[in-house]
Nanobody, 116 residues
């Protein structure tokens, strides 16, 4: 069983920055990738960014390219999302995701609110 715990959300003004963290626990944790998704009020959950656990290749949604950076610390089973130049449209609950060989795990989410 894998558990994901996000932290780092909060209220920030437009143009500001936040860093989200997601710590994974579980025996022999070795995902194919970890990533971040977000869900704004009244909208569907959408992809934000992902990073391959081995090799570190990264992929981003067009809406966050150049502003957000995903990184990982394999030794700490942690993935980060550095969010810069935040916009009001980035307001959402951000969910951590771990894609394993067979199963897909989700955290409970952390709220990011960007005020204009």
């Amino acid at each position: 069983q894998v558990q994901l715990v996000e932290s780092g959300g909060g209220l920030v003004q437009a143009g500001g920055s936040l860093r989200l963290s997601c710590v994974a626990s579980g025996r022999s944790f070795s995902p194919y990738s970890m990533g971040w998704f977000r869900q704004a009020p009244g909208q569907e959950r959408e992809f934000v960014a992902t990073i391959r656990w081995s090799g570190g290749s990264t992929y981003y949604a067009d809406s966050v390219k150049g502003r957000f950076t995903i990184s990982r610390d394999n030794a700490k089973n942690t993935v980060y999302l550095q969010m810069n130049s935040l916009k009001p449209e980035d307001t959402a609950v951000y969910y951590c995701n771990a894609l394993m060989t067979v199963l897909n795990y989700w955290g409970v989410g952390t709220l990011v609110t960007v005020s204009s």
